[in-house]
């Protein structure tokens, strides 16, 4: 549908908020969307994987200090 379309242009695009707001909405519409569910979860997947490279940049640069 029109939602995980969005999604996935949104999510390619790195706007992960926004990717997830209109997977969101395809679950709403069929919560046994495979393909939403799918794109949640590497959303969600990036999120953590940012934070944490975020976490151990800033970590290493205070040690540098």
Do not use: N
């Not at 996935?8 to 495979?34: I, N, V």
């Not at 959303?43 to 976490?55: D, K, P």
Request: charged content about 25%; proline content about 2%; glycine content about 10%.
């Amino acid at each position: 549908g029109d939602y995980y379309g969005r999604g996935d242009c949104y999510r390619h695009q790195g706007k992960l908020d926004e990717a997830m707001a209109e997977y969101s909405q395809a679950l709403q519409l069929d919560p046994k969307f495979a393909g939403a569910c799918w794109g949640r979860g590497d959303c969600l997947l990036a999120q953590v994987s940012t934070s944490i490279i975020f976490s151990y940049i800033i970590t290493s640069d205070e040690r540098m200090v």
